[in-house]
């Protein structure tokens, strides 16, 4: 028996109804009778197709708001009926049920309701029935029954007809199947994660995860690895919704650290001023703001210029001439932004491979969104880190009260700390990292990173002290012991904020009294793992 199998007759009900009046006419053109429902039938026979409504035959109309209209066997069975099984094909003979051959739809757009934000019973409303059963059923039977449930495989589809003389494959019907099981696995994911969530919810019996594929990758973090891009549908402002106007496709790592960069740099609030971050390996080298955006990537780029190279750069306003020149100056893998101006834009256009990416927005650093991880056997999930703590949350605990200033600059390197890998210290001058240990197995070990940096930077500027004589200090933990915040005030360290709770505070507090250091308390801390 050939695998090859004729389409003959076919369903239509869409929700989206892009290309389909071209499918439309394609499939009939080559001769397929065309079934369809409601809007996707009146679409169809306004184009001057003949359409048969789904009611004429099941017999029974649609009714309850469109609720029920293709639940019925003269449906099911003839997208379940087996062809080559004579009880099967006596059953369709008897009921007078018609083989379908293809099935063509797209769910309601429950998704795009969740996106804008709908009310409960709006969203009820947009939960489908008929087509992810239709859709199941289509799949399940996919030895003789194409379904298709994006617009993007319209043009595959008539393109296998054309190639086998209005029949298709079985392999073609497979991966059809495979899509479409794929799609309504999604939609219940989307539709269960949004339920849990309006019931408050937090560790639901079942959690699923779906995404839509973006983007196939070369590779993932090393070349022997297979890798791929998948959004999940919150359109989060970021790498995933961003429009890349140049450059080469971004790898693995250039999203991972594209995306740590620009949720850093949303910490700072455009209408507060213009602010940089500069990130490598997923951990930034250098965070500033400044009067303009110019300046602000000049003294990001200044704590730490030799690992900027070959970075990401995020801004959290939009791109113009002068910063963009800037950039330019050295190698840089990704630009980030909000927009970018015209002379920006063509200054850019100079470096091929660039990539310039614009966002329709910056992420919302206090929305909660859940953060999910692999671990071996299971998923690890957490509301992602959306902790803030302003003026009001601190609190002094040394003799020492820091000033103004210093509470500014405190506050700008617990936003940054929050972005760092733990164990991690960030320095911070004049709203400027000048500093930044991450990821060391100690904090005292991270503690002399940064002052490393901050000597290696300052020699390099041609400074006669380090870059942290009297900045400010962010732990993102406490610190267990005195060590760590002893070696942050011999860097030059005037004054220090950390979360507080160590069994050793009273020791830590003493000793940064002892140091004439200003010290202060969140009562949050910001692992980062």
């Known amino acids: 028996m050939t695998d090859l199998h004729p389409v003959r007759r076919a369903l239509l009900s869409v929700s989206d109804k892009t290309g389909l009046i071209e499918l439309g006419r394609a499939l009939d053109a080559r001769g397929v009778e065309l079934l369809s429902t409601g809007g996707s039938a009146k679409a169809l026979r306004d184009a001057g197709l003949t359409v048969k409504d789904v009611s004429e035959v099941t017999g029974f109309p649609e009714m309850m708001d469109g609720r029920v209209k293709t639940l019925h066997p003269m449906v099911h069975g003839g997208l379940l009926a087996l062809r080559d099984n004579d009880t099967h094909v006596a059953a369709m003979q008897e009921h007078g049920i018609g083989a379908i051959d293809l099935l063509v739809v797209n769910l309601y757009p429950f998704e795009a309701a969740l996106a804008r934000g709908a009310g409960y019973d709006e969203m009820i409303e947009n939960i489908d029935i008929g087509g992810p059963a239709m859709i199941r059923a289509a799949s399940k039977n996919h030895l003789f029954v194409n379904v298709v449930t994006d617009v993007q495989d319209y043009e595959a589809l008539l393109a296998e007809l054309d190639n086998n003389g209005g029949q298709t494959s ?60 998948y959004t999940d549908g919150t359109n989060r402002p970021g790498v995933a919704t961003a429009v890349q106007l140049q450059g080469k496709e971004l790898s693995y790592n250039n999203i991972n650290d594209t995306d740590a960069a620009y949720e850093l740099v949303a910490e700072f609030d455009p209408a507060e001023g213009p602010a940089v971050a500069i990130i490598k390996h997923a951990n930034p080298c250098g965070v500033a703001k400044g009067a303009t955006l110019s300046e602000a990537y000049q003294k990001a780029f200044d704590c730490d210029r030799t690992s900027a190279f070959g970075g990401i750069v995020a801004l959290n306003q939009p791109l113009d001439a002068e910063t963009a020149a800037k950039i330019t100056e050295i190698f840089t893998e990704v630009v980030i ?12 256009a100079a470096k091929k491979n660039l990539r310039l990416l614009l966002t329709e927005g910056l992420p919302d650093p206090r929305k909660p ?101 009297g900045c400010a200090v962010a732990s993102d933990a406490f610190f267990p012991f005195p060590d760590g915040l002893l070696e942050a005030a011999a860097a030059g360290g005037a004054c220090v904020i950390q979360p507080g709770g160590s069994m050793r505070d009273d020791e830590v507090i003493k000793a940064a009294d002892e140091k004439g250091l200003a010290m202060v308390f969140t009562g949050m801390r910001h692992f980062r793992h």
């Open 337 to 348: 932004a909000p927009g970018a101006s015209d002379e920006a834009k063509e200054i850019f």
């Open 369 to 469: 969104i859940v953060a999910y991880k692999q671990v071996a056997g299971g998923m690890l999930v957490q509301d992602k880190d959306v902790g803030y703590v302003g003026m009001e949350d601190l609190k002094v605990v040394t003799e020492k009260a820091p000033s103004d200033a210093q509470m500014q600059d405190l506050l700008f390197a617990w936003k940054v700390a929050k972005h760092v890998k733990s164990n991690a210290i960030v320095y911070v001058k004049d709203n400027a990292t000048v500093g930044v240990g991450a990821g060391q197995m100690s904090r005292l070990d991270s503690a002399n990173v940064a002052a490393s940096k901050a000597g290696r930077m300052a020699a390099e500027l041609g400074l006669e002290e380090s870059l942290a004589r």
């Open 170 to 229: 079985y392999a073609f019907r497979q991966r059809l199947a495979q899509t479409a099981y794929a799609r309504t696995a999604a939609y219940d994911a989307a539709v269960s994660n949004w339920m849990a969530s309006a019931l408050e919810e937090k560790t639901p019996r079942r959690r699923a995860f779906a995404g839509e594929l973006k983007q196939t990758l070369r590779y993932g973090e090393n070349s022997h690895q297979e890798a791929a891009f």
